[in-house]
Structures are given as C-alpha cells and as structure tokens.
C-alpha cells in the first residue's frame, strides 16, 4: 500500500491536469480573496497553492508523506506551514487552536476522509465565529441510474484512488453540520460537483 501511495502521488498531478484545469477558474474565485490564517485540508500535491494570495498563512494538512513531498517545493511565498497529519487526528489540536482560523479550505477532499461528519465537527471548534468553509467537491449523482452506477462501482474505485468514495453527500452532511451558504453552485463535469462559501449557524 505505501508503495501504491508513492505511486499515487507521482502521477496524480500529470494524470489529472487537464481535469484540474477545468475547475481552475472555480478555484481562483473561491481562494483568491482569502484573508488571515487558512487551514488547507488534504492539500495534496499543492494544486490550491497557486490560487492563495501571498499575504495570508496556511497552516497544510495532508496524511500523505509522498504528497506533502511534492506539495512542499510549491510553496512559493513561505507562507505555507506543513503538517504530515489526517485532519482527524488528535495531534491538529496542538497546531490549532479553537476559534483561530479565518478560513478552512475543502477541494476534492472531503469525498476522502474516513470520517466526514468528526471533520466539519472539528472545523465548526477552529472556525472563527466569522469564519468561513471553503468547498469544492465532487458529489452524489441524482438520477437512480447514475447513483445506482457509483453504489456499484464505489468499492473498486476507493482502492484506485486512494480512498475516494464516488457517492458521497457531502452537500447534505455542510447543511447538517450546522453550515449555511453564503453562495453555493451545483454543478457538473464528468461527475456532479458542490462549491461554495459557507458560514455557521447563528445560535439562538
């Protein structure tokens, strides 16, 4: 497995740059205003880093070594913190304190974690109480035909790509973790996709 992880990472950028070019507009417009410290989730090889503007600091999460490896020579400003952690491990609470961050940042991610619903718990105790959830993520299909496709195929595909899972509802899992949209857009590539800017509830 960590032999397929090293190999994962070395063709992950080449493999989906034309995917990913896609959605670059998508990115830009979603990071490129982000102010204070940003919490980057699942970084990755850094494909996000080129949209954060140089003044603010991002504090990196990745569980993969061999991503972090490539993540850390785009790291082009210095003003990337990089922490070789899953965002559920206990560890993060040592780096982050509680209502310190100004932003956390989901792409291609959330779809992921082993556990979602522990993760958005976690970011609602370091958001700010004006922070901000940053999201882009493939999502569950709608029509019965394409769900019923991903149910089936989902457990080849997770051990392909590293974990990911095709049918999750991470849409639905925001909104019940207490997340409104400040702007949201459903949207669709070669698989439907969820973006936006969310914000916590207000507590009566």
Not at 33 to 56: A, C, H
Not at 78 to 98: C, K, T, V, Y
Not at 122 to 130: G, I, S, T, V
Request: some cysteine; proline content about 4%; hydrophobic content about 40%.
């Amino acid at each position: 497995m960590a032999i397929y992880k090293r190999f994962f990472a070395q063709i992950y950028d080449p493999v989906v740059y034309d995917f990913e070019k896609s959605l670059f507009a998508k990115r830009r417009a979603l990071l490129s205003n982000l102010k204070g410290t940003v919490l980057g989730v699942g970084e990755g090889t850094g494909i996000n880093f080129k949209f954060y503007p140089k003044e603010i600091d991002v504090i990196a999460v990745e569980p993969s070594k061999a991503m972090l490896k490539k993540a850390r020579k785009k790291n082009k400003y210095g003003n990337i913190s990089f922490h070789n952690l899953g965002i559920n491990d206990p560890e993060l609470d040592n780096i982050i304190e509680e209502r310190s961050i100004d932003a956390i940042v989901c792409t291609l991610v959330l779809c992921t974690i082993s556990d979602p619903e522990k993760a958005l718990l976690n970011f609602k105790k370091w958001l700010k109480p004006n922070g901000k959830l940053i999201v882009l993520e493939h999502i569950h299909a709608t029509k019965q035909i394409n769900k019923a496709f991903q149910n089936f195929v989902n457990p080849v595909w997770k051990v392909f790509a590293d974990g990911c899972n095709l049918n999750r509802n991470t849409d639905l899992l925001i909104n019940e973790a207490g997340f409104v949209p400040v702007k949201e857009e459903y949207f669709k590539r070669a698989l439907r996709f969820y973006s936006g800017i969310f914000e916590l509830k207000e507590s009566n």
